[in-house]
Each structure stands twice: as C-alpha cells, then as structure tokens.
C-alpha cells in the first residue's frame, strides 16, 4: 500500500502526533509498502535522513508556540509533487493547514482521507491565549467539527477522545484506533538508578517522582509542585524530576522556588536521547501526569513500558484504561487529593508491583497498533475502489482557499455576541 500522512509537527519536534506520525510512516515503509510525509518545512529539518520521502511545504514561525511552524502550502513545486506521488489514500493527524491539504489533495486525485483526532483544541486555544472567554475555543471546536464533518473516515485515539470530538458538535462515524509506543519493555538496574540520580541530583535512595512532557500550565504542572510542597511540609523526603521545555518553565521554577523545594525537585530540560530517557523512566517509582488535556498520552504508555505506574486524574481521557491502585493512581484534580494519592503510593501502595501491572496492561507496542492500522487501511482502500463514493460535503478548496477555511465569522452568531 502507499499512504501519504500528513501533519503540522514532524521530527525534530517530539510532541505526541508528531511521534504518532513517524511511527506510522517508518513502520508502513518497513513492513507495508511506501509512506510519504507531508509537513511544513523546518530548517533544522534533515529530510533526506529519513528513509522514505518527506514532503515539505512552505512555512513561517508562528507567535504563540517557539517550536512550531505556520505552513503555508502554496507553491507550484509543492502542487506538482503532490499530483504526481503514487498513493492509495491519505491519513492528516490535525484539522488545521495540514488536514486541509490532506483534504483538498484527497479531492483532487479521488483518494480516501482519513483524518485522527487527537487533541483538545478548544481547550488548548482557551489556555494559550489565557483569556476569561469561552468565545475562541467555541468557535475553534465548531470549525474542528466541521473538519471532521467533511473527512471520509474519523479516527480517535481513544474512546474518551472520541466522546470529546463528538462533545464539539460531530456527530458522525468514528473509529477508535490507539497509539502505541516505540519505548522498548526495561527493568529496573540498580546501576543505571544509581547513576541517574548523581546525573539529575536526586536522592536514590528516597522515592522518586517524575513528568515527561511539554511544561506548560495547561497539563496541570504547578498542581505536582503545589502538591509535593506541602508532602514536603508533612516531613516526606522524595526526588521529584520534570523532563521536558516549554513556555512555563521559568514560572514553574519561580515556584518551585518560593516553595524552598530546590533541593528536591530537578529540572532536566528536553531530553531528546531515548535511550537516556528510558532509563530516567525505568529509575522512576511513580509517574506523575495529572493533564487533563492530553488524550491518550504517550508518555504514559513509555513509562508503563519502563515498569512505571502513573498517578492521573480520574476521569480523564489520560486515565483510560488504569484502575486506581492495581495499574496506576486515580486522583481528582485538586492539589490534596494529589498530594494525597502521591503519599498513598509511598506508604500505602507497592509502587513496583503497580508498575508491572501497568506494563502487562498498558503498554502496546506501534508494531501491535500499525498491524490494526494497515488491515483497516486495506478494507478502505478495497472498499473504495469497489463502490463510487460521493463524499459526504462537497469541498471546493485551492490554494488561495485555505485561509478562508479559517474565517470562523462565519459561525460567529446572535447567540455568541451577546
């Protein structure tokens, strides 16, 4: 099979889909057939590394996130490359420029679009522009809906995300079908423990607490540091270390500050070694990841891999799949019932044999995930070119259309201006 994927983040960026979407197109290229990948262009971006075509569109930096690119997909080369790539269908991982391309190339060349939801966009624009409205992610989530509206076939990570698409107003078919995890099964050295902790200052031979991800509010980080300063308070002695980089570090290092935690809880900053990063998780007791934005995290998954149960809040779409004291922790998403849950897994829980659970029940690698991918990937295919299909909506995008997909005025109503 030849599948094209497209997305807005791509390796060297290491969030979740971009980590989704290289798994799908290395696997696919070793196991299935021929993948492609459609990104905007990133300079520090070494394309002819990979071992299958990356396909780079134009871009420029955006304001609200250092990381990524805006893409602006307008170009003759770009249209011409596009046209003439042999694939059977197309899979976009986000509903922005990315997905638009992904759908107006589907158009065009008569192709099946599948498109993943896989993040809390309402949410995400809410926090990001920390403003006391509700207006922007309102508008965001019904112009996400009617993304979803106009792709052949829905995916979702997870069926919590799934209930979350449906929540923004689509009310079509979705397909639950999970991410997986590239991070080898490890276990526990006594060595490679030892070792981390002299690297990182933690204290080996007290627990120790850690958190993989972007450090931003919105994945509820202050709340883990609110929550160790007053276990802290109590007498507990633990190491606590945050991997990762993002716009609120220098806050969450403010804090951690003027909570006098300095010699306990670290900072290791983006660690982008994976086999480094493995043994940080296999060194860890417990996992802390209280977001309630992310769905289905991959992190969550890589620690359980390393034998590392995760503490995360009830109810989210993080928690899906963990029962509270067996494969994991379930608190609310207040600082004592953390703070709580985080003093339960010293003295009331046995952490490792939690962590194994989570490995047995947890885990699943990409390999599992892109067996379940590529069969459905052939039924649609078969399934298309046997019957004619006439697309749900009729799209009408070209180039100078793009940014007109974004004008939400137009579901800007009476209601909302009021």
Not at 15 to 29: F, S, W
Not at 239 to 261: N, P, R
């Amino acid at each position: 099979m030849r599948i094209a994927l497209a997305n807005e983040s791509f390796a060297p960026q290491y969030d979740g889909v971009a980590v989704c979407t290289q798994n799908y197109a290395k696997i696919i290229n070793e196991k299935y057939g021929t993948s492609y990948v459609i990104v905007p262009k990133d300079k520090s971006r070494d394309a002819e590394s990979f071992p299958y075509q990356i396909i780079q569109y134009p871009a420029t930096k955006p304001i609200i996130a250092d990381q990524y690119t805006i893409g602006i997909p307008i170009s003759p080369k770009l249209s011409k490359t596009l046209g003439e790539i042999p694939i059977d269908l197309i899979h976009s991982h986000c509903p922005f420029v990315s997905g638009i391309l992904a759908q107006r190339l589907a158009k065009k060349r008569g192709l099946p679009h599948i498109s993943t939801f896989h993040s809390k966009f309402k949410d995400d624009v809410n926090n990001r522009l920390r403003l006391n409205l509700n207006l922007p992610g309102e508008l965001v989530a019904r112009y996400v809906s009617a993304f979803y509206d106009k792709c052949d076939y829905v995916w979702a990570v997870s069926s919590g995300t799934a209930q979350t698409l449906k929540e923004y107003g689509y009310k079509g078919e979705i397909t639950v079908m999970p991410n997986g995890c590239d991070m080898p099964v490890t276990y526990r050295d006594a060595e490679t423990r030892k070792s981390i902790a002299e690297e990182y200052g933690l204290n080996n031979d007290k627990p120790i607490f850690l958190f993989v991800g972007r450090i931003t509010y919105t994945k509820n980080i202050h709340l883990i540091v609110k929550a160790l300063g007053a276990l802290k308070r109590r007498g507990r002695e633990f190491s606590m270390l945050f991997v990762g980089g993002g716009e609120d570090m220098k806050t969450l290092q403010s804090l951690v500050k003027s909570l006098d935690m300095d010699d306990c809880v670290k900072f290791a900053g983006k660690v982008m070694d994976r086999e480094k990063l493995r043994n940080i998780y296999a060194s860890s007791d417990l996992f802390i990841f209280p977001s309630v934005y992310d769905n289905a995290p991959l992190v969550v998954r890589e620690a359980a891999a390393c034998g590392c149960a995760s503490l995360l809040i009830k109810g989210s779409n993080s928690a899906e799949g963990v029962t509270d004291g067996e494969n994991g922790i379930l608190t609310e998403e207040r600082v004592s019932d953390i703070a709580i849950g985080i003093d339960d897994a010293i003295y009331r829980y046995d952490m490792k044999k939690m962590g194994e659970n989570a490995r047995e029940t947890i885990f699943m690698s990409w390999d599992e995930v892109l067996e379940k991918v590529t069969t459905e990937y052939s039924r649609i295919i078969e399934e298309w070119n046997k019957t004619p299909h006439k697309r749900r909506k009729k799209i009408t995008l070209d180039q100078i259309d793009i940014l007109a997909e974004f004008n939400l005025r137009r579901t800007y109503n009476k209601k909302d201006r009021k």
